[in-house]
C-alpha cells in the first residue's frame, strides 16, 4: 500500500492530495523524517517507525511560516496542489532558509500547479524566508 492511502484512508488525514499517482505531480508530497518525498510512491512497509509530517503536522492554526506566507501572498487558486507545495517548500527553507530564484525554481520543479501561480509561489517563499530570519529565537 503507498504511504498515501495509509494517510488519507487509514490515519483520516486529507489534506495530502493524490494527483498523478506516478510521483510526477508533487500533489502528495510528505516529509519523512524531515525529507520531502512523494508518497504515492512510498510504501507503507517502508515508512514504518519513521517520522512523517503532512500538512496537517505544520500547525493546528496556519501559523507555519510558510502557510502564513502563503496567505499573505495569495498563492491559492484552485488549492489543489498547494499542500503539496507547501511541504516542499518547507523543506527547501529547512535546507536554505535564505534560497535565490534558482535555489526556488529547483527545489520547487515538479511540483505542478495547473493555475501557474509560480511566480506568487516564488514570492512566498522568500516571504517565508524573511519571517523565519526576523522571528525571535528562545
Known amino acids: 500500500m503507498p504511504l498515501l492511502w495509509a494517510i488519507r484512508e487509514l490515519a483520516g488525514l486529507p489534506g495530502t492530495k493524490y494527483g498523478c499517482g506516478i510521483a510526477q505531480c508533487g500533489a502528495c508530497t510528505v516529509h519523512l523524517n524531515g525529507t520531502a518525498v512523494r508518497s504515492c510512491q512510498v510504501k507503507v512497509s517502508a515508512a514504518a517507525q519513521q517520522n512523517i509530517t503532512t500538512i496537517e503536522g505544520l ?80
Open 59 to 138: 500547525s493546528n492554526d496556519n501559523s507555519h511560516p510558510v502557510q502564513k506566507a502563503w496567505l499573505a501572498e495569495q498563492v491559492p487558486q484552485c488549492g489543489y496542489c498547494q499542500s503539496g507545495q507547501i511541504m516542499a517548500a518547507v523543506a527547501l527553507l529547512k535546507k536554505n532558509p535564505n534560497p535565490t530564484d534558482k535555489d526556488i525554481d529547483s527545489a520547487m520543479a515538479g511540483n505542478i500547479c495547473r493555475c501557474g501561480t509560480y511566480p506568487r509561489i516564488r514570492k512566498a517563499i522568500k516571504t517565508a524566508a524573511q519571517m523565519m530570519a526576523n522571528a525571535p529565537t528562545n
